[in-house]
């Protein structure tokens, strides 16, 4: 078959038959391109967007499990890090005295005052503070010593069973002596359901 067959080929459908072999052949490869083709192109382009989703999801899954093998790993040492927060927090919990306990608790800081040899100007309690779980009760001081005697008053105070914080601690001379002006914190635990005790 040469060039001049193929321009003189009858294209009527009818007269395939009567169309030399490599003709056919030509048809055939084309029509079955075509079908071939088509098949990627409306079925498999699906399959392979699909395809891409899945690898994006599945990379992101790998990165979560690398996240979560990573805290597994450490998980234990969490928990004990978690337990001994738990018994931290206990023992500084008792270091809070309940409502019983701040009269006491008020006596021994002006006792720890007297005792360092201070003289009291003020000691105003002011009105207690509710927090998360405790309660913060501000008292108002003004001692009048010497700075010895200060240093000591602020080291009996930090010494104290409980846990008393001062505040806004300020020194001026008095002749001889010093005032020191502060505001004394101690906190008082509020009961397991949220309330005063």
């Known amino acids: 078959m040469n060039l001049s067959d193929l321009n003189n080929l009858d294209l009527d459908v009818n007269n395939i038959g009567n169309w030399p072999i490599v003709a056919k052949l030509i048809v055939v490869v084309l029509v079955c391109a075509l079908v071939v083709g088509g098949v ?29 093998a990573a805290k597994a790993a450490i998980l234990d040492q969490l928990k004990e890090q978690l337990d001994q927060m738990r018994t931290d927090f206990k023992k500084l919990s008792r270091q809070l005295p309940n409502k019983t306990e701040i009269p006491e608790l008020l006596i021994d800081i002006s006792q720890t005052g007297l005792a360092s040899g201070l003289e009291f100007e003020l000691f105003r309690p002011q009105p207690e503070s509710p927090k998360e779980f405790y309660a913060e009760l501000p008292i108002q001081i003004r001692v009048v010593g010497n700075y010895h005697e200060l240093g000591n008053f602020v080291s009996g105070v930090a010494a104290l069973p409980r846990i008393v914080t001062l505040h806004n601690i300020t020194l001026s001379p008095k002749g001889d002596t010093m005032v020191m002006t502060a505001t004394a914190k101690t ?6 359901t949220g309330g005063r005790k």
């Open 187 to 192: 906190y008082r635990r509020l009961d397991e």
């Open 40 to 68: 990627i192109w409306f079925d498999t382009s699906d399959q392979v967007a699909q395809l891409e989703r899945i690898k994006k999801e599945e990379d992101t899954l790998k990165q979560r499990v690398t996240i979560k």
